[in-house]
């Protein structure tokens, strides 16, 4: 398969791993060795595809990646799962997003019956227990925690969470039971590359950091250093490192000078792909030194109002050595019960112009092929 376009690829047994805790507050400490692998359940095996460039003597492996954007299990999609199952949300993209070698999402809600509602804070979710068995059947490697919702249900709901998620194979970031289990990084292994995945939310609810004695967030506003030290030190022991934000603001097509001044910055630290989330609409695609920014990837799974807040895309690209090439967006539509299907025709042509021209500032090209949009430079 030619250079530049995107390529599946299926590793059956290919470890799932999460690094050890180094005890660190993002801080330059001492970078330990990689955990025992652990091998997946078959349920999270990969659909065959073309095989991926293999490693050459000295350099990591390319490997493909599928992200996605929001995702709750609560409200209207709860109904869904209630009246068809945990699967019924993703099950149109399901088998497209377990193609890839790893793939990502934002998990905006816990999955949980524990808890009750934040004491003044205006939404809340609570999504519902049986959401995992859709991500799980969708292949999802990381979803990133580190946003404005997870404690919405308290300490004992983000537990519940945490274990459903662990149980399932999945691996998360951004989120924990306390500080330094909120700035681990998940870790997976994918022929042969380790690829490691952080997750920092900007948008902070009061109580909502975690410390060393509270569970929460890892805070990325305000923290610029800290986030850039943690994206060094994955860097530092991991092939590859994919970072997640929650930013920006909701309903907002641009991505802000902030957003673009912390996305660059961790691409300097040694992210590889910066993947973000927050707006609940699609913002603009950048290439930065050969690395992939998505200032907002919009919503996914998530029940709208509108027909801007129900466009969103799929992100797949292949992570290699020498940057991230072969980036294609292929448009999908949430229905009203916020489960998200592929479109084609004018459907698909009115999320990619979109796309294109918001993408336009950052100085990126996307060209529109059929219903699919190929991105670069």
Known sequence: MARGQWRPRTVAGDAAIRGNDSGARATTQAVQAVAPSQTKSPTQTRTPGPTSAPAKAG???????????????????????????GSAPLAKVAARLRQADVTIGNLESNLSQSGSPAVGKDVTFRGHPKGIVGLKASGFDFVALGNN???????????????????????????????????????????????????????????????????????????????AT??????????YVIVSFHWGVEYEDFANGEQVRDARRAVDAGADMVLSHHPHVIQGVEIYKRKLIA??????????????????????????????????????????????????????????????QISSPHGTIVRIVGSTARIGR
């Open 59 to 85: 350099r990591p492996a390319t490997v493909t990646v599928a992200a996605v954007g929001d995702m709750i299990f609560d409200r209207r999609v709860k109904a869904l799962i209630s009246a068809a199952g």
């Open 149 to 227: 919702h997870v404690l919405d249900y308290g300490a004992a709901s983000l537990r519940d969470t945490l274990a459903a998620l662990d149980s399932a194979g999945i691996g998360h970031a951004g989120a924990g039971m306390n500080r330094s289990a909120a700035w681990k990084p998940a870790v997976v292994k994918r022929n042969g590359a380790t690829i490691a995945f952080l997750s920092f939310s900007q948008v902070l609810p009061a109580n909502f950091v975690a410390t060393d004695s509270r569970p929460g967030l890892a805070r990325g506003r305000g923290n610029s250093d800290a986030v």
């Open 230 to 239: 943690a994206i060094r030190a994955a860097k530092a022991r991991y092939d």
């Open 295 to 356: 200032y907002s990837l919009g919503d996914f799974v998530f029940d709208h109002y509108s027909r801007k807040t129900g466009e969103a895309f799929i992100l797949n690209a292949q992570l290699g050595p020498d940057g991230v090439v072969g980036v294609i967006a292929t448009p999908v539509y949430l229905n009203s019960s916020g489960a998200p299907a592929v479109v084609t025709g004018s459907e698909a042509s009115t999320i990619l112009k979109r796309l294109k």
